[in-house]
């Protein structure tokens, strides 16, 4: 009998090793080579990043009066962005954070890029708000510090909850995300050649050398900020919500928004996640990490939440059909769908509603076309729900005489472009310096794995 454990023992510890030397060959690969893909998407990233800083410019130098903004139209894209963006960086934390408390170990595959992606998300989005002040440079009145001036927020307005939220999102973001890397820098550490390359390495992985007293110490760790993230995932965008149904406009104020908003934040979010992870496997060769098994979880992720989503549509007309304020009946039934922007609409419902129920299908699911056509839809679906919300009620207000039909300028639309340019920008550093995957966690699971016979 010990015999045999002896050699069951060392039949785990040979097929361990290999697979844990391929798995670690397979991850680090990027870090070593750049493709030539790489370096085209790089170029065209960075041009659209200097049309970013050129309309940022030309807003700073002009004021906001360069874009299409006008009363009563006085939110228009960079809100719409804003709220766009903030809800992309909702599924990284939500995979990271919500799996790992639910014990999930598929997470592993494709925590690390979504955990990059929500930082590089919620970053970009905190531009939006901080341009539209006017004067950004004054933008630390909204932080509540002790000045002699005797300058402090103003606490009713929704500009300093965002400050708040986002922020403190951000920072826990970052936690999560390089606690959950440092094992992977040593890892990097340890196997990269090039001595400068290998010493920067180790300055960021903190002394890692991988006991079992550091494995649990990290593990307490991240369990302890995943249960942070997760009520944060909820409150930031129920805040972001709240900056709409406070204000006493057909269309906005809604009891239903801060869930709906919720679950558009992160059905967008699971999209962004597809739409990244489907180039990168291919172009980095990591099928055999992320498998279509992965990427089939994400798709009914996907497909529920765009049920949810249904159901909010649903919920939200239905509201509106038993209110008692004829202007919220207009709003709904009259200028959504049948106004200057009723195109746009339909369209929504369309990508948002029509588009992920193709994933009822098994073999649409595993399609990896599908996946990125369906994905890229949804993200441009959401965009424009928060385009017909925001833009689509106050361009008609209760009064024909305030009617306005708004028109994004070339700087709108500079700045839309250029934050997908500057999210590539960032994105691809994060390919050709960070491990893709959670190497020390994928380890851990093939080796629970073959102990327990299940490879």
Known sequence: MQAVRLERVAE????????????????????NRTPLSWVVAMTVCAGGTVLWVVSIAYTLWLGIGAWGNNIPVAWAFA??????WIGIGHAGTFISAFLLLLNQPWRAA?????EAMTLIAVAIAGTFPLLHLGRPWFFYWLVPYPATTGVWPNFKSALPWDVAAIGS?????????????????????DRLTGLTRRRIYGVFALGWNGRGHQWRRRRAALKIIAA??????????????????????????????????????????????LTLAVPIRRVYGLEEIVTLDHLERLAKLLLTCGLLVTYSYIAELGAAL?????????????????????????????????????FWFSRLRRSVRTLFAV?????????????????????????????????PTWVDWGILVGSLSVFG????????????????ELRRHHFEDVIEGRA
Request: aromatic residues 16%.
């Open 322 to 358: 038993y209110t008692d304020d004829p202007r919220e009946r207009a709003t709904y039934f009259v200028h959504w769908p049948f106004g200057p922007f009723g195109w746009l609409f339909w369209t929504m419902l369309v990508l948002n509603v029509l588009t992920p129920q193709l």
């Open 12 to 31: 785990v510890e040979t097929a361990g090793a290999a697979h844990d030397h391929a798995i670690v060959g397979v991850v680090l690969a990027p870090l």
């Open 169 to 189: 999102y951000f920072l826990v973001s970052v936690m999560f995300f390089y606690l959950g890397l440092v094992p992977d820098l040593a890892t990097a550490r």
């Open 79 to 84: 809100i719409v962005n804003f709220v766009w």
């Open 228 to 273: 942070i993230a997760a009520a944060l995932v909820v409150s930031v965008h129920s805040i972001v919500s709240l900056d709409f149904s406070i204000a006493q406009l057909s269309g906005w104020h809604s009891s239903i928004f801060p869930p709906y908003f919720v679950l558009g934040a992160i059905y967008s979010g699971f999209a962004m996640v």
């Open 375 to 407: 994905s890229i839809a949804v993200l441009v679906g959401m965009w424009i729900e928060r385009f017909v919300i925001v833009v689509g009620s106050l361009t008609r207000g209760p009064l024909p005489s305030s009617w306005y039909d708004f028109a």
């Open 110 to 114: 494709v925590s690390r890029m979504a």
């Open 425 to 440: 920008v960032c994105y691809l550093l994060f390919l050709r310096f960070v491990p893709a995957a959670a190497i020390g």
